[in-house]
C-alpha cells in the first residue's frame, strides 16, 4: 500500500516537471510526501500501521 503511495506520488512529481513548472511548490511537496512515506515503511519495516 506505502509503496503504491510512493509510486504515484514520484510520478506526479515527475509529471510537474514535464508539463508546467507553475505548480513547482505544489510538485515539490508531493516529493517530500513521498520521501515521508517511503522514510515511514522503512522505520515500521513489516508491521501493520
Same mark, same amino acid.
Given at each position: 500500500m506505502l509503496w503504491a503511495i510512493v509510486v504515484i506520488l514520484l510520478i506526479l512529481w515527475l509529471l510537474g516537471?514535464? +508539463? +508546467?513548472?507553475v505548480a513547482g511548490g505544489f510538485i515539490h511537496l508531493l516529493l517530500i510526501i513521498a520521501l515521508i512515506v517511503l522514510v515511514i515503511q522503512f522505520v515500521s519495516g513489516r508491521r501493520a500501521l
Open positions: 516537471f514535464a +508539463v +508546467v513548472h
